[in-house]
């Protein structure tokens, strides 16, 4: 038997994104412990396949240009101020050449004999020394081993030559004791506090942690922006440097493989890293960014956590957004160029800004561990929305996709029936399960069955500048529902499953929408 539904305009349970945009405009961080302003209340957070709401959303205003850091502040984000040496002073003025030619910084001079009999070690590769008052690990040993896996990676990216990368060595400072290193005159008074590391010019400092996986994050993460501005000549604003060191330093270490930019498929990967977690903990109370007020961040904002997942999870996104991929890979050089940086690439994203933002809101309100944006990216339909009249309309829904359009358009005040045939597999292991559009009721997903055939009317023209998706607040639809809306709206469909698990699904289902 068929459900039966009225759609109402319901604006007050608009899904907690909404926030994200309400406080798109003006907002920017200027001061330490920024980025947390507490949005204005909205209704509780809402399951996304809790009942009705294919609402439209309400204009709002246009989501302002991002701003552009100062040309003359190409420098570390969690470093406030660098009293030894201004590299973002000496750096400018050389960012239209080409061949970036690093400037004469001098390399700190160090008696290794005398830090040595201070308890500090020294181990070398080709490409780092480390010095560090650790005791002898296979986990730390092995740093500079990784660290030389890294360069080539690096280099292949940034598209710096060979011989030129070939060059690249750092002096590293993995610090158990800081006040061992100060002694030593390693650990400069100039420098201002950190709390996990540091870069300037050739040397960087990381304090020891807990976790193997996150120490050679750090070490990867300083690593990144030593590389950057050693031999790009500058790692552009602090969205775009603290996102591409964040992206570099997230890593698989296997058996002798470093995979640099991973995608962490179960948080046991990467201990103590978080970044998702902190993503979806942020989100869930109301502090969601846009993809502009990332791009927004000052050099001190990271001196808070949360910016660096937001950084992470922005390069992420923009790094394999078919929209965005492009001009995002582009910026590897201009990272030596800051002016304009950001309002330059948020120009050249103009033209599918609409897709790219309803794709983000989508991203954050579902990212998890292993996200598959691939496969989460909204299919829509080519041509225009066809009405339901009095034919049926048909169309064929894929298990192991996102969002697919329909392409139906179905009238306000009318009242249609959806009927979804077929079964589809949820997964192979530990043994195929075969679902219909009513999904497993063993295993649920935000609050509903896996599997279930979830569906939302979404405006023909596409989301609306300020606009909050109704593919965030989707309806149980099932093998068979009724449905009347309020609006026009072409009709999208999905079944219910994390984007992080979709790869495993095969099969269809066959959909038949009737006016009664
Ligand atoms: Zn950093």
């Known amino acids: 038997m068929a459900e039966r539904a009225e759609y109402a305009n319901e604006r007050t349970s608009i899904h907690r994104i909404a926030i994200i945009l309400a406080s798109c405009v003006g907002f920017c961080c200027t001061s330490v412990g920024c980025g947390g302003d507490a949005p204005p209340a909205t ?31 190409p420098r570390h984000p969690t470093e406030p101020d660098q009293p030894r040496r201004n590299l973002g002073q000496l750096l400018n003025g050389s960012g239209d050449s080409p061949e970036f030619v690093a400037p004469e910084i001098a390399r700190m001079s160090i008696d290794d004999a005398k830090v040595r009999s201070r308890g500090i070690r020294k181990l070398s590769s080709r490409h780092l020394d480390l010095y560090t008052d650790l005791p002898s690990s296979p986990a730390v040993d092995e740093l500079p081993q990784i660290f030389d896996l890294a360069v080539p990676q690096w280099a292949e990216y940034f598209e710096v030559a060979e011989e030129k990368a070939a060059s690249f060595k750092m002096i590293g400072f993995l610090m158990d004791e800081p006040n061992t290193f100060r002694a030593a005159g390693l650990l400069p008074d100039s420098l201002p506090e950190f709390p996990n590391g540091f870069q300037l010019g050739w040397e960087f400092w990381v304090h020891e942690q807990k976790e193997d996986y996150y120490r050679r994050h750090l070490l990867l993460h300083e690593g990144t922006h030593g590389f950057m501005n050693m031999l790009l000549g500058g790692s552009g604003p602090p969205w775009y440097s603290e996102g591409m060191a964040e992206l570099f330093g997230t890593h698989q270490w296997q058996e002798g493989s470093l995979k640099l930019r991973y995608n962490p498929q179960d948080k046991t990967e990467t201990p103590d890293w ?17 993809l502009p007020q990332i791009m927004r961040y000052d050099s001190r904002a990271h001196l808070r956590t949360e910016p660096y997942a937001w950084c992470w999870a922005a390069c992420h996104f923009l790094e394999l957004h078919p ?6 890979l582009a910026l590897r050089e201009k990272s030596n160029r800051p002016t304009d940086f950001s309002s330059r690439f948020h120009e050249q994203l ?11 809101q989508i991203y954050v309100a579902e990212l998890d561990y292993g996200y598959d944006l691939e496969r989460a990216i909204i299919q829509h339909h080519t041509g225009d929305p066809q009405p339901v009249a009095a034919a049926p309309g048909k169309a064929v829904i894929q298990a192991d996709h996102g969002w697919q359009s329909t392409g139906l358009l179905l009238a306000a005040g009318a009242t249609y029936r959806i009927t979804a045939a077929g079964t589809f597999r949820l997964a192979d292991e530990p043994k195929p399960w075969v679902a219909d559009a009513r999904g497993v009721t063993i295993h649920y997903h935000d609050g509903a069955p896996l599997g279930l055939l979830v ?48 790869k495993d699904n095969q099969g269809q289902l066959q959909i038949q929408v009737e006016r009664i």
Not at 50 to 60: D, H, N, V
Not at 274 to 290: C, D, I, P
Not at 350 to 360: D, K, T, Y
Not at 470 to 498: A, F, K, W
């Open 274 to 290: 978080g970044r998702v977690k902190l993503v979806r903990e942020e989100y869930a109370a109301n502090r969601g960014m846009t």
């Open 43 to 73: 209704a509780p957070p809402s399951s996304p396949v809790a009942p009705p709401a294919f609402t439209s959303a309400p204009a709002r205003p246009a989501p302002t240009r991002p701003a552009d850091v100062p040309a003359d502040s």
């Open 323 to 328: 929209h965005t991929q492009k001009s995002f």
């Open 455 to 502: 569906g939302a009317l979404r405006d023909p023209s596409g989301l609306a500048e300020g606009g909050v998706t109704p593919l965030l607040q989707p309806q149980r639809i099932g093998v068979q529902r009724d449905i009347t809306p309020r609006r026009d709206g072409v009709l999208y469909l999905r079944i219910n499953e994390s984007a992080a698990s979709l």
């Open 350 to 360: 103009l033209p599918h800004w609409s897709e790219i933002n309803e794709q983000w």
